[in-house]
């Protein structure tokens, strides 16, 4: 059986040198090579096992996939390949893509890429009338030594035509400019008309038409911007993206050319902002002279620290509750307050035999300014020392310890205190000091203790 048994390579551009191989042909026979629409483009004659090898250059054809046929001359015995034609040359509209503001006027440019003897040519572009208006075409710089380059401009359609004057140009570069503005707001595909685009280059001194592979453009006509996403509520210390599209169906995605600021509240990265302090704030988005704004409402973040207000080292009488509240605040790492956390309340230590004491409420939880507050009733005698915590599921600062003293409690004092001044009636008398020694629950009672003083003359 006939078989092609190498391609090599299996893929190129116009002009790649090809090796073919095949077995299984008539002995001696001339084998025929067919490339796409050229028929014998090579031949041999095979082996006496049947079997050829030879080398061609690949010639203009449809860019894609080419059929290779070996055919035998005598036994007409057929196999086919594949092989991949590849563009080797590129026409392009540079740049691909572009956002343009409403009324603007900016250039696009036709780029020849990997060409070879180019002598002339007709390039035909599309576009979007009711979004563009074409001004002008302008020569590139390719094409140095162009006979009569000219253009035509009708409604979505530009044709550019030019030919040397002198040699081939060979190489890559720009063949024309294309001048537009920007006329409403919307979508434009720049397209080079493939059926009509035609590029030249010459052999046996007729025109040849150049495959190439195209490139086409999409600009889009921008009148307005917003930011999404509209008015966040963001916790402090979150990130979070910000995102500045064209007002319009199609949406424009322009966050990389825009310029994002905050009135305050926290600061910009970019497009990412990092939320600090809690308030309400303003991000503006500016692009291209266009300006959008948004609000961002920062709220408290986690809670991340448990610290110490007010009410530590009080003392009051046994029994009796200490003027002030114990109280502590909770905030997050940029000393935000933070509402809603719950406070546990707990007497650590007491004087050895005090009953009655009590720490109420034993669970608060943190206002609007992050505070709570918590009361210690004072226990029974004896006197001494209580410490109390604070405690809080919070990462620093828990517990915070507070400490309160109780002092004992005396009667009223009345009663009598005898004075003898013997013979010396008229002398005078030293002060008299009463001690009450405390000494037992007697003298500390609620009960008066009483005393009188007594003048005998």
Same mark, same amino acid.
């Given at each position: 059986m006939p078989h092609i048994i190498l391609i090599s390579p299996k893929s190129g551009q116009i002009g790649t040198r090809i090796t073919v191989a095949g077995n299984g042909f008539g002995i001696l026979e001339t084998v025929g090579i067919d490339f796409g629409t050229t028929i014998m483009i090579a031949a041999c004659n095979t082996m006496v096992d049947g079997s050829f090898q030879l080398v061609f250059t690949t010639d203009a054809q449809a860019i894609g996939t080419t059929t290779i046929t070996a055919r035998g001359q005598i036994t007409n015995a057929i196999d086919t390949d594949s092989f991949m034609l590849r563009p080797s040359v590129t026409l392009k509209i540079t740049p691909s893509t572009q956002n343009i503001i409403k009324g603007q006027e900016f250039t696009a440019q036709i780029e020849i890429v990997n060409v070879s003897q180019l002598i002339s040519a007709d390039i035909y572009i599309n576009f979007n009338p009711a979004v563009l208006e074409a001004l002008s075409v302008g020569s590139g710089t390719f094409m140095t030594d162009c006979s009569s380059p000219g253009y035509m401009i009708s409604t979505g359609t530009i044709k550019y035509s030019f030919g040397s004057f002198g040699s081939p140009s060979t190489g890559s570069g720009v063949l024309c400019f294309l001048r537009f503005r920007a006329k409403e707001r919307g979508v434009s595909n720049v397209t080079i008309e493939d059926n009509q685009t035609k590029l030249f280059t010459v052999a046996a001194e007729q025109g040849v038409a150049i495959p190439y592979a195209k490139e086409d453009a999409i600009y889009y006509v921008i009148s307005g911007i917003r930011i999404q996403t509209q008015d966040r509520i963001i916790r402090a210390n979150e990130y979070v993206s910000y995102q500045c599209i064209s007002e319009g169906d199609s949406g424009v995605d322009v966050t990389g050319s825009t310029t994002f600021t905050t !009135?305050?509240?926290?600061?910009?990265?970019?497009? +990412?902002?990092?939320?600090? *302090? +809690?308030?309400?704030?303003? /991000?503006?988005?500016?692009?291209?002279?266009?300006?959008?704004?948004?609000?961002? +409402? /920062?709220?408290?973040?986690?809670?991340?620290?448990?610290?110490?207000? !007010?009410? =530590?080292? %009080?003392? =009051?009488?046994?029994?009796?509750?200490?003027?002030?509240?114990?109280?502590?605040?909770?905030?997050?790492?940029? =000393?935000?307050?933070?509402?809603?956390?719950? /406070?546990?309340? %707990?007497? /650590?230590?007491?004087?050895?035999?005090?009953?009655? *004491?009590s720490i109420l409420p034993a669970r608060t939880v943190t206002n609007i300014y992050g505070m709570a507050s918590s009361s210690l009733t004072l226990g029974t005698e004896p006197p001494g020392t209580y410490t109390i915590s604070a405690i809080a599921s919070v990462p620093s600062g828990s517990p915070v310890s507070f400490a309160a003293n109780s002092l004992r409690r005396f009667g009223n004092i009345a009663g009598f205190c005898l004075l003898r001044l013997g013979l010396n009636r008229y002398g005078t008398c030293s002060d008299i000091m009463v001690t009450i020694p405390e000494t037992g629950a007697t003298t500390t009672t609620n009960n008066n203790s009483y005393f009188a003083f007594i003048l005998y003359l």
């Open positions: !009135s305050g509240g926290g600061d910009f990265n970019g497009n +990412i902002f990092h939320a600090k *302090y +809690i308030g309400s704030y303003t /991000i503006t988005a500016v692009y291209s002279g266009l300006t959008a704004t948004t609000s961002a +409402i /920062i709220t408290t973040g986690t809670p991340a620290t448990l610290s110490y207000i !007010s009410g =530590n080292n %009080q003392s =009051n009488t046994c029994t009796l509750t200490l003027n002030e509240p114990f109280v502590v605040k909770v905030v997050d790492v940029y =000393n935000n307050p933070c509402p809603g956390v719950d /406070i546990d309340w %707990q007497v /650590i230590s007491t004087p050895s035999g005090a009953t009655g *004491y």
